[in-house]
Structures are given as C-alpha cells and as structure tokens.
C-alpha cells in the first residue's frame, strides 16, 4: 500500500496579494481547477471577514509598521496550503473530487489544532476547499514576531555604567519566522499532528525541486475533465513474436556493427594517406625554396653554360673569374642579414613616425581646446598675457572661432625693420 505523505507549500504575500489571495480562497471568479459545482462545500473555518481586513486588524493591534511599496516592501502575510496524499481520502487515487467525510473532519481537525498552536493570534484566516481534485487547507498567517530593543541610556545611566533600558516591539519579520530551519521545522510539525492517523513527513533532504503554487495547481489539482482521458490499448503479444522481435533486433545490430567496422577502417585508411600526403607536401615545399635560392630557369642555365665552359677550358683567368664569383656567393648571407636588420629598422621607424603623429594630432587638439577658452576670457585679462600668447590667441580667433570671441580683434600691425647698415668687404673670409 502507498504511503500516504503531508503536502505544505508556502507563499509570501504583499498588499498588492492580498486581494487575489482573498478572490481565489472565497471563489469570486471562476477557478480553472475547480468544480462550480461543489464550491458550495468550501468552508472559512478562522476568521470572519475580508482577508485584507483581517490582516490589517491583526497589525495594527500589535502596531508593526508596514512598508507599502519600493523594493523592501512588506510581506504582511503567509499563504500555507496543507493537504495529504490523494490516497489518505479516498481508495482510487485517480477518482478526482471524492473523499470519505470521517477522514476529512478527522485530518481538519488534527490540522487546526496544530496552526493554532503553532502560530496563536498570527493565524487569521483559514478555508477549506473541497471542490478540487483533493482537499485542502489555505492558511493566512501574519509574519509578527516580537522583539526586544533598547532605549537610549539616560546620563546618570552612563555615568553609573548602566544597561540600557529595554521595550518589547512587534514587527513583520517574514525572513526569520519563515527562513530554511523554520521551513524545515514546519514541514516536520505538519506531519508529527497527522501522524497518527497514517499520515507521514516527506522524505527529508530530498534533491526534489520545490513547487510553487501554481506549479502546484497544475500538478494536483488537475481538471476534473481529465477522468474522461482513458490509457491508451496497448496490444499484448506472444511469446513467439516476442523471440522473432528479438531476433530482428539482434540481426540489425549485427549489421550495425559490422558497418561500423568498415567505415572505423575507411577512416584508418585515409588517415594513413593524409598523414603520406603532408610529409610529400613537405618534400615539395622543401624543393621550392631550393629553386628560388637558386634564381630563374635563365640564370641556372647560363650558370650551367658558363659552368661547361670553365671545365673545357680551365685557364687561369676563368678561375680566377670563378674565385671572385664563389667568394661573392659567401658573402651573400651577410647581404641578406644586413637587409633584414635594415628593414627591422625601417619598419621601427614607421611605428614610431605613426606614434609621433598620433601624439602631434593629440597636442593639437589640446592646443585647440586651450585656445577656445582662452578665447572666452575677458578682455582686460586678454591685455595682460604675452605678447606672443596674445597674438596666437588672436591668430586663433581670427582662423577657426570669429564669431565667439568676446572682444574685437586687434588689427595686425607690420613692424618695419630696423635699418642696418651693409658693409663689404674685399677680403675673402673663408677659413680653410
């Protein structure tokens, strides 16, 4: 026989909850997962009244102040569902909306004594619903917790080196009344009042993912259409074609298996050819770069020519002509060492002509923007600076900023030269 197991899950409501809490608990619309026709079994067993006024009657008797809106908003009450396993209330888990009456008052009442016990004044509010696939409890439960602060010390307490003087205090603390211990706790309590009449706590630590209340409306609480939904006929077969199934299965699998092998020695074979592919690739590279340090097909052959001509002749002048040849050849790779530093270093010059000119492009604009507010500042300012500063602030203005300028320009003025008097010299005044 299955056992039968507790259901509690919990939300968190704002004031802005209270009201769809309140619509779907007393049944002001129609519910998807509900039976209208059984909603007239439901029952408010605490609390008398509307859920938003039950809330707040019980928090402003304790005076706790509430958050309203912005991102620490108050969670002014708890939603508990409470059920058990479908089996607890009827024989067919599958006959959705039915339960024996004696086990249900039997299980309410256990479960009533309980909240109260466990929560006291906090528990303002609890239906029954009975017009869904099982029945259940939604409990409100208002987070207060009380607690004890101090006063400010007073100066005869501070001079004696007193204690402060405490108060008690009440406020909605849903983190600490419902944090993970308290959660575990309630999942324990909850099963420890049902226990005795076959009822037990889910398996602790499980890896289960938690539900949410929606989550859990769709999972147990499924529409009372779904008994017209009948399993599929799934036709039984015989032993023999049981075997001849098997037998098929067995063969294609060998087949499978026989074509893996081909095509793991296809992908073998073509391996080993990539692998001789490459070190001929490489042959070939090698051999390329022979003939380009060679030169042309022209120059090998008129070096193959002058070459015959030096073994049928072999005077003294083609061998010294062959000795100045060979020893140019020698020095061919200091030639190229040295054209490989010359071109390191010119590129280093490029890079730092392009920073260079990054840098002067950024003085520039710094130069620019210094000019345009010197531009802006008054004139009797402007007649105290440099003269050269004066006259490239006016240059300036005068070029890219005429409209802004907060003061007339003075009109450039040509200094004549002084005259110097030439004298010449017949001497030549050279030194050698």
Known sequence: ????????????????????????NEREFDAPNADSNKSELNQRLIGDG???????????????????????????????????????????????????????DVWVSKNIDFLKLKYGDNLVCVDLHLDEATPHLHVIVTPLIEKERN????????????????????????????????????????????????ISRGVKGSK??????????????????VNKIKPPNIPQL????????????????????????????????????????REKNKALESSLDVYIKLGSPDEISLMHHEYQQYQSCGTVYDVQYWKKFSDQMDELPKLRHTISRMEKTRDFNYDRIDELE???????????????????????????????LKQDLDDYCRSFAPHDRPYELDEPTLETPPEVEVTYDNSPDFDF
């Not at 026989?1 to 779907?24: D, E, N, P, Y």
């Not at 309203?68 to 009827?90: C, D, K, T």
């Not at 001849?244 to 073509?270: M, T």
Request: a positive charge.
């Open 151 to 198: 006063r400010r010390r007073t100066k005869q307490q501070i001079a004696t080196n007193e204690k402060a003087d405490t108060y008690k205090i009440f406020s909605l603390d849903s983190k600490t009344m419902f944090n993970r211990t308290a959660l575990i706790d309630l999942q324990t309590d909850a099963a420890r009042a049902v226990e005795s009449i076959g």
């Open 358 to 388: 990054t840098e002067i492009k950024s003085l520039d604009i710094s130069n620019s923007r210094a000019m345009f507010f010197l531009s802006k500042m008054p004139k009797e300012i402007r007649d105290l600076m440099h003269r050269d």
């Open 238 to 277: 015989s032993t023999l074609q049981i075997l001849q199934a098997n037998h098929h299965i067995d063969s294609f699998n060998h087949r499978l298996n026989q074509w893996y092998e081909h095509l793991s020695g296809e992908v073998k074979d073509l391996v080993a050819l990539n692998e001789r592919l």
């Open 1 to 24: 026989m299955t056992t039968s197991r507790v259901v509690c899950r919990i939300a968190k409501l704002k004031m802005s909850g209270l009201s769809g809490a309140q619509k779907h």
């Open 208 to 225: 289960a993912d938690h539900q949410s209340l929606k989550q859990f409306y769709k999972t147990v609480d499924v529409d009372l259409a």
């Open 50 to 104: 509307h859920l938003r006024d039950l809330v707040l009657n019980r928090i402003n008797s304790c005076g706790a102040k509430i958050i309203n809106s912005g991102q620490n908003a108050s969670n002014v009450a708890i939603e508990i569902v409470l059920s058990a396993s479908p089996q607890y209330f009827r024989d067919n888990p599958d006959d959705y909306g039915v339960f024996e009456k004696d086990k249900l």
